[in-house]
Nanobody
Framework: QVQLVESGGGLVQTGGSLRLSCAAS????????MGWYRQAPGKQRELVAT???????TYANSVEGRFTVSRDNAKNTLYLQMNSLGPEDTAVYYC?????????WGKGTLVTVSS
């Protein structure tokens, strides 16, 4: 079982920045990959960014160039640096880990961007 705990969400003005953190209960090398997803009100959950065990990253087109996913292996912590935030980024952000084909999710952290 993998437990994921997100933190770092909050209220920020348009153009501002936030850094989300996700603390994992198991070492990253045991995972097939990790990432961030988000779900805006009334919309489906969507992929934001992923990072593989090897460190390869992918991003949704909507966040490319503004968001950066990274990790600290020693702390078993995943990060999402979000810059140039806009109201369209308002959502609950979820941490995801994949291990042996099974998906694990955190409870999410709310990011609200005011215009």
């Amino acid at each position: 079982q993998v437990q994921l705990v997100e933190s770092g969400g909050g209220l920020v003005q348009t153009g501002g920045s936030l850094r989300l953190s996700c603390a994992a209960s198991r070492p990253f090398f045991l995972m097939n990959g990790m990432g961030w997803y988000r779900q805006a009100p009334g919309k489906q959950r969507e992929l934001v960014a992923t990072i593989t065990v090897g460190g390869r990253t992918t991003y949704a087109n909507s966040v490319e160039g503004r968001f950066t996913v990274s990790r600290d292996n020693a702390k078993n912590t995943l990060y999402l640096q979000m810059n140039s935030l806009g109201p369209e980024d308002t959502a609950v952000y979820y941490c995801n880990a994949v291990q042996d084909g099974k998906n694990w999710w955190g409870k999410g952290t709310l990011v609200t961007v005011s215009s």
